[in-house]
């Protein structure tokens, strides 16, 4: 009987021994197996649905279509094509300050000649007038103190024109080409007798510029403007001419 038990015993412990053993084998050939299914495969056999491939550093962003997300390389600037410039006019060239100053000028004179701004577009012209306006006259004069006709229109005509005259109005009338009042132009100049004995002789002279209206040195009211339909420079006008460059 208790031989009985003794084996009872001894076959017991070799049980639950073998239990043990085969707990421990089970658990590590369930480790193998898990590591085994997820080992992560070769990226080279990555491929994507109609066998679109992916290289590293790119964004799939549609079907067909990728973006670099790299960084991108210093990007090589076509050189811009030469383009034509046009030749501005000359008072488009000039300082802001200026263009106000021609701003004013036109208007103020279009209200004197009786014309329109965009007719006068001779702003050295509308300057040089602006600069005089007002000078009294002055016989044989030649300053802003005073000055007398002939010494204005060779003023006027070498500073906006370029055009050198002689010094008195009978000169400047010799050496013109005559026009007729109806091909009259700006810059050409009006000739008048307005005295004394010899009724041919030129005593007066003024720059047509528009409307019938020409600049001059009057003897009564200094450089202005009048119009060449008043009674008396319509009575005294001996012709007009063109000068000669």
């Known amino acids: 009987m208790k031989l009985n038990l003794i084996i009872s015993g001894l076959a017991a412990l070799v049980f639950m021994t073998s239990c043990n053993s085969l707990k421990s084998i089970t658990s590590k050939d369930t480790s193998s197996t898990v590591k085994q299914n997820t080992v992560r495969p070769d990226r080279r ?3 994507f649905i109609d066998n679109i491939e992916v290289t590293p550093g790119n964004v799939v962003t549609s079907k067909h279509t990728t ?4 960084s991108p390389k210093k990007a090589t600037i076509a050189p811009t ?3 034509t410039v046009s030749k501005r006019e000359p008072d488009s060239t000039l300082s802001k300050a200026d263009i106000e100053q021609a701003d004013y000028l036109q208007i103020k004179y279009a209200v004197k000649f009786d014309a329109t701004v965009e007719k006068l577009n001779n702003i050295p012209l509308l300057q040089t007038i602006e600069h005089w306006w007002g ?3 002055h016989l044989g004069g030649t300053t802003e103190s005073g000055i007398d006709c002939s010494a204005f229109t060779q003023t006027v005509m070498q500073t906006v024109y370029g055009i050198p005259l002689l010094r008195t109005a009978q000169e400047q009338y010799n050496n013109a080409e005559t026009v007729e009042l109806e091909n009259l132009q700006e810059g050409d100049l009006l000739f008048f007798h307005t005295g004394g004995r010899h009724a041919r002789n030129i005593s ?6 528009l409307n019938n209206k020409f600049v001059h040195a009057s003897t009564s009211s200094g450089v202005t403007i009048s119009d060449l ?3 008396y420079w319509k009575q005294h006008y ?4 063109r000068a000669k460059k």
């Open 229 to 231: 339909n008043d009674g």
């Open 45 to 47: 056999d990555l491929k």
């Open 81 to 83: 094509p030469k383009q």
């Open 67 to 70: 973006i670099n997300t790299r």
């Open 135 to 137: 000078t009294p006259y």
């Open 204 to 209: 007066h002279v003024g720059i047509y510029v």
């Open 238 to 241: 001996k012709g007009a001419g």
